[in-house]
């Protein structure tokens, strides 16, 4: 499977958290490294989507589609830090 960066997986995040989440930065659960989402490894593909950090290639993310179903993993992910005013509000 071949790797590519984070931001391969915009739309699948878009859809699933309602914001660009390229742009947060990830904190590994692993080894504490912070990056964008954006630049993290991206294997697709296979039975689900994959999303690795670069500096210890420990699994941040995890997302499979069950029964029509978005089933997500974060537990790689230690913190996510979101600039402000990139969560689209519910107002006009």
Do not use: K, W
């Amino acid at each position: 499977m071949d790797e590519l960066d984070g931001n391969g997986a915009a739309g699948l995040l878009q859809e699933i958290f309602g914001a660009e989440m390229t742009v947060a930065a990830a904190t590994c659960a692993s080894c504490g490294a912070v990056a964008l989402i954006g630049e993290s490894g991206l294997y697709a593909g296979g039975p689900g989507t994959v999303i690795r950090c670069r500096s210890c290639d420990g699994v941040l993310v995890v997302i499979t589609r069950v029964r029509g179903m978005h089933c997500v993993d974060l537990m790689g992910i230690r913190a996510i830090d979101m600039p402000l005013g990139n969560i689209a509000s519910g107002g006009a």
